[in-house]
């Protein structure tokens, strides 16, 4: 059974930083590319960041680029995503997804939640101005 967890999320104030982690089990973590996603109250759910097995190659939605850093620990069958300079419209509910397309993703497709086969529950972000 495959299983994500989020968790580092939580109250912070504009201008702050956090580190969200996400451990995988059940699945062959290195073999799974990995998202983050959030959804703000309201709002679809929209794509946040993307690493491939290795790590090699990262992606970011321009909402968050350059104030994020996606990364992962095969070792510990988990992916992190740490944000800084935290703004109030990053307040949302933070999900990681895993893909196992055996070509991986990449700047054409890696946003689209489709290409994701599993989730976690999310963790709360919520960013006070």
């Known amino acids: 059974q495959v299983q994500l967890v989020e968790s580092g999320g939580g109250l912070v104030q504009a201008g702050g930083s956090l580190r969200l982690a996400c451990a995988a089990s059940?699945?062959?973590?290195?073999?799974?590319?990995m998202g983050w996603f959030r959804q703000a109250p309201g709002k679809e759910r929209e794509s946040v960041a993307h690493i491939s097995w290795g790590g090699a190659r990262t992606y970011y939605d321009d909402s968050v680029k350059g104030r994020s850093t996606i990364s992962r620990d095969n070792a510990k069958n988990t992916v992190y995503l740490e944000m800084n300079s935290l703004k109030p419209e990053d307040t949302a509910v933070y999900y990681c997804?895993?893909?196992?397309?055996?070509?991986?993703?990449?700047?054409?497709?890696?946003?689209?939640?489709?290409?994701?086969?599993?989730w976690g529950q999310g963790t709360q972000v919520t960013v006070s101005s």
């Open positions: 997804a895993a893909s196992r397309r055996w070509r991986g993703l990449d700047g054409s497709n890696w946003y689209e939640m489709r290409q994701y086969d599993y």
């Open positions: 059940g699945l062959t973590f290195s073999s799974f590319s």
